[in-house]
C-alpha cells in the first residue's frame, strides 16, 4: 500500500488499518508497522492468523488439481507441485483422520483422506479446481480442535505491544477462554474484537460477547461451516445479539468483492452492505477489496457513499423525492446548491410575447454560466444590494463568499423601453436570436468609477477590465435568469457542464480533484506546477479549464489552446488522472478577486483543490504577484484549496523548473509568456525548457496553415 492509498484511506474516513498476519511474514512485520505509522495517524489493529488450517507455500504462484488424482499432503514444507502439498501449521495432519473430507479454498478442491501415515495424508481429489499458497481448508463436518493463537501470532503481538498497536483482533473466537488468552499478551488499553467465523464461535456467541469490546461477524469463514444460504439470517441473530448486549458489531467478507477487479460494485453488493448497515451493524470490514484489490480507494469511497445514503433513508424519503441528490463524495456546490436556470419547456410562440433588448456576447455568456451551475450560487444577474455587498465585503448579502459582481449593463436607451417585473428576452446584439429570459426585478445606476477602483484597483482606461466595464452602458439591471438555448461554438464538445464533469469525476471515481485555469497553451511551467500540485495535495486527477470566450489582442485563439492540450492528455500526461474541458466565459482581469471566483467556479465543478499562480488572472502590473495569495487569506475557508506557486524558473544546472533552489540564481532562465509569444510569431521554436517540441511544432504548423493561432 503506498502512500497516495494510506492518504487517501484516512481521508475518506478510515478508522482502522487491519494487518492479516496470516498474510504478513514474522520478519516484514516491524517494518509494516513502522510504515504505515509514519504516513498516517490511523491505527492498526493485528488480526491474528489463529485456528486455521491453510495451504503451505507453492513453488508456483498456483496449479490446478484435477478429479481423481492422488495428492499427498505432507507434514513438512515441501516443493510444491500437483502431486504434492503441505498445510500449515504441519502438525495438523496428526488431527485429520482417514475418511475425512477436505474443503480447500472455500471448496474449489473437495478432496477425501484415503490414508495416512506418521508424515503425509493421501488424498483422492474428488472435485478438482485451482489452488494456490495459504488458502484456507476445512475439514468438513468435524471440529479440528487447534489453539486459538499460533507462536506466530504470540510474536506478533508482543512486536505490537513494542509499537504500541491498541487494536487485536482474534480470530476463529471460540469460547471466552479464548479471549482471555489474547488479553494475557496484550496490554490493559488493547481493545480486543473476537472474530465469530466458526460453528463454536456461533454457539459460545455470549460468554466472547461478554469479554470482547467488539464483534466481528466473518461471513466468509463462517460459510465454510454453515450453509451459505443460512448467513443472512444468521447475520441478523448476532446483529441484533450483539446491538441487545451492548457490544459492537462490525461485518466482513465479500462486501464489494467484485471491487477487486472492477471499479464499480455490482447492484446485489450495494444492496447487501446497505442491508447489513440497515440491520444494525456498526462497521464493515474490508478484506481483498483493499488488500490485495486493483481500487482500493475506490471501495472506501463506495463504502462511504451507501453509508451516507443509509444515514440520510428515513424509510419513505425517496418516494417523497425521486430526483437524484448531490453526490456524497464530491465537495458540495458553492452555497449548498448546483444552480439550474436551463428552461427547455418554453416554446418560440411565448417568447415573442415578451420584450427584448439587445445584449453583448459576454452578457449571454455570464447567463449561460449562471443557468449552467458554474456561479453557484447565483441565479441570475446582481441587483444593487448585492453588488454593494460583494464589492464592500466580498459576499452576498446572506454571507457566503462571492467576489466579483455578474451584472448586466445596458445603455439609457435601453432602459427607457423597459420596468420592472417585465421578463425580457436577451438578444445576442446584431441578432434576433434571444438567448435568455431576464426576470427583471432592480434597475439601478452605479458609480463606475467606484467600481472600478473596488474591482480592479484602477480607472485607467489601458487595464482591458476597466476598458470593457466603462463602455457597456451606464444603467444595470438586476433578476434571475431562464437560459431557452446556450450560444452556439466551434469547441462546444468541450464545454462540459458542471453537471456533466461531476458525473464523469464520479465515474472515474475521483473525489479530490485540483482544477487549473488558463487563457494560455500548455508549457513546461504549467505542466510542472499541475504535476506538483497534483502530487502535493495527493490527488485524485488534475481538471483542465481553459478559458476559451472573448480575448484580448495577443492572445491565443482557443483552438490551438484546446489542441495543445489534446496533444498533452494523448501523450505526455500521466494516463486517466486529467480530464479536459473548455471554460464558454471571458476573462475580467480583476486579479485577486477574479483568483477567488475562478477557484468557485471550479468548486461547482467539483473540484477540492485550486492551483494559483504569481498574479494569477492579473494583467500588467496593476497587482502585485502575491494580491491572490493575500486574499485567499483574508476570505478564510471557500470550500476549495488553493494551491500556490511562486514565479517559476528553469535552473539549467539543476536541469529542472523551480521556484528556488541551492544555486542562488546563478543559472537561472526567466520563462516569459511574452517572449514565448514573439517567438512563436516569428516563426521560431521556443526551447525545449519552455515548451514541449511536440507542442511548439503543432503550433509553428497552424501558423503556416494560416489558421487562427493568435487573437487579432
Given amino acids: 500500500m503506498n502512500d497516495y492509498t494510506l492518504e487517501r484511506l484516512e481521508e475518506l474516513g478510515v478508522s482502522l488499518l487491519r494487518i492479516n498476519l496470516s498474510h504478513t511474514k514474522l520478519k516484514d512485520l516491524f517494518d509494516i508497522i513502522k510504515f504505515i505509522q509514519s504516513r498516517t495517524s490511523v491505527p492498526i489493529c493485528l488480526d491474528t492468523e489463529g485456528a486455521q488450517i491453510r495451504t503451505g507455500d507453492l513453488s508456483n504462484s498456483e496449479f490446478s488439481l484435477h478429479d481423481n488424482r492422488i495428492v499427498y499432503v505432507h507434514n513438512h514444507p515441501v516443493f510444491c507441485d500437483s502431486s504434492n502439498i503441505s498445510f500449515y501449521p504441519e502438525s495438523v495432519i ?36 485451482t489452488i494456490k499458497g495459504n488458502k484456507a481448508v476445512s475439514v468438513l463436518n468435524r471440529e479440528i480442535n487447534l489453539p486459538v493463537l499460533t507462536d506466530k501470532d504470540r510474536e506478533a503481538l508482543c512486536i505490537g505491544v513494542d509499537l504500541g498497536i491498541c487494536h487485536v483482533a482474534l480470530s476463529f473466537a471460540s469460547c471466552g477462554s479464548d479471549v482471555d488468552e489474547i488479553r494475557r499478551l496484550s496490554t490493559d488499553k488493547t481493545m480486543v474484537t473476537s472474530k465469530i467465523e ?8 455470549k460468554e466472547i460477547a461478554a469479554k470482547s469490546d467488539a464483534l466481528l461477524l466473518d461471513r466468509g469463514d463462517l460459510s465454510r461451516q454453515v450453509s451459505i444460504e443460512q448467513i443472512p439470517a444468521l447475520q441478523k441473530e448476532i446483529i441484533n445479539y450483539s446491538r441487545k448486549s451492548g457490544v ?20 446485489a453488493e450495494v444492496n447487501d452492505v446497505f442491508n447489513t448497515l440497515n440491520d444494525g451493524a456498526d462497521g464493515l470490514v474490508l478484506a481483498a477489496e483493499t488488500a490485495i484489490g486493483s481500487y482500493p480507494v475506490h471501495c472506501v469511497k463506495m463504502i462511504s457513499k451507501i453509508i451516507q445514503q443509509y444515514h440520510n433513508f428515513s424509510g419513505d424519503s425517496f418516494l417523497k423525492d425521486s430526483r437524484r441528490k448531490d453526490s456524497f463524495i464530491l465537495v458540495e456546490p458553492h452555497g449548498g446548491v448546483l444552480v439550474d436556470r436551463m428552461n427547455h419547456h418554453i416554446d418560440e410562440e ?14 449571454l455568456l455570464s447567463a449561460e454560466q449562471i443557468a449552467l451551475g458554474t456561479f453557484s450560487p447565483l441565479d441570475g444577474f446582481m441587483n444593487k444590494k448585492e453588488v454593494d455587498s460583494v464589492l464592500r465585503d466580498y459576499r452576498l448579502p446572506d454571507g457566503v463568499v462571492w467576489p466579483i459582481p455578474i451584472v448586466l449593463q445596458v445603455p439609457e436607451e435601453t432602459v427607457n423601453k423597459i420596468k420592472t417585473g417585465d421578463t425580457i428576452g436577451l438578444k445576442l446584439e446584431n441578432t434576433e436570436d434571444i438567448y435568455a429570459l431576464l426576470h427583471l426585478e432592480d434597475i439601478y445606476t452605479y458609480d463606475l468609477n467606484r467600481m472600478s477602483m473596488d474591482m480592479f484597483g484602477t480607472i485607467d482606461l489601458g487595464h482591458p477590465g476597466v476598458q470593457l466595464l466603462k463602455k457597456r452602458g451606464e444603467y444595470f439591471l438586476g433578476g434571475p435568469i431562464d437560459l431557452i438555448k446556450r450560444l452556439p461554438s466551434e469547441n462546444k464538445s468541450y464545454e462540459l457542464t458542471p453537471k456533466q464533469v461531476r458525473i464523469i469525476f464520479e465515474n472515474k471515481g475521483w473525489s479530490k480533484i485540483v482544477g487549473f485555469h488558463t ?4 508549457h513546461r511551467a ?23 470566450g472573448p480575448k484580448k489582442k495577443g492572445d491565443f485563439s482557443a483552438g490551438i489552446i484546446l489542441k495543445s492540450y489534446e496533444l498533452m492528455l494523448n501523450n505526455y500526461y500521466p494516463e486517466g488522472k486529467v480530464l479536459l474541458s473548455a471554460f464558454q466565459n471571458y476573462s475580467r482581469y480583476s486579479g485577486p478577486r477574479e483568483a477567488v471566483f475562478t477557484a468557485l467556479c471550479r468548486k461547482n465543478f467539483g473540484c477540492t483543490h ?13 497587482y502585485k504577484p502575491d494580491d491572490a495569495e493575500q486574499l485567499f487569506k483574508t476570505i478564510g475557508d471557500i470550500g476549495i484549496t488553493p494551491i500556490f506557486f511562486n514565479n517559476l524558473y528553469y535552473c539549467e544546472l539543476c536541469k529542472t523548473h523551480v521556484e528556488q533552489c541551492e544555486h542562488n540564481g546563478q543559472s537561472i532562465l526567466n520563462i516569459s509568456g511574452t517572449e514565448g509569444r514573439r517567438l512563436l510569431k516569428s516563426q521560431k521554436r521556443p526551447p525545449d525548457w519552455f515548451m514541449r517540441e511536440d507542442i511548439s511544432n503543432l503550433i509553428l504548423a497552424e501558423i503556416r496553415s494560416g489558421k487562427d493561432v493568435f487573437v487579432e
Avoid at 459492537?248 to 460494485?265: F, G, Q, R
Avoid at 417568447?351 to 459576454?362: F, L
Avoid at 487563457?519 to 500548455?522: H, T
Fill in 94 to 129: 496428526d488431527l485429520i483422520m482417514v475418511d475425512d473430507f477436505i474443503s480447500i479454498d472455500f471448496n474449489s478442491v473437495l478432496a477425501q483422506v484415503i490414508a495416512k501415515d506418521n508424515d503425509r495424508l493421501t488424498l483422492r481429489i474428488l472435485t478438482g479446481g
Fill in 350 to 363: 411565448e417568447i415573442t410575447k415578451y420584450k427584448s433588448i439587445e445584449v453583448d456576447i459576454t452578457a
Fill in 248 to 267: 459492537k458489531i462490525y461485518v466482513a467478507t465479500n462486501l464489494l468483492e467484485s471491487m477487486v477487479t472492477a471499479p464499480s460494485p455490482t447492484r
Fill in 519 to 522: 487563457r494560455n497553451v500548455i
Fill in 610 to 622: 485550486f492551483i494559483v499562480g504569481r498574479d494569477h488572472t492579473g494583467v500588467g502590473n496593476y
Fill in 198 to 205: 466458526s460453528i463454536n464461535g456461533v454457539k459460545n456467541l
Fill in 526 to 548: 504549467h505542466e510542472h506546477i499541475q504535476m506538483a500540485a497534483l502530487k502535493e495535495c495527493n490527488g485524485d486527477g488534475l481538471f483542465v479549464h481553459p478559458v476559451i
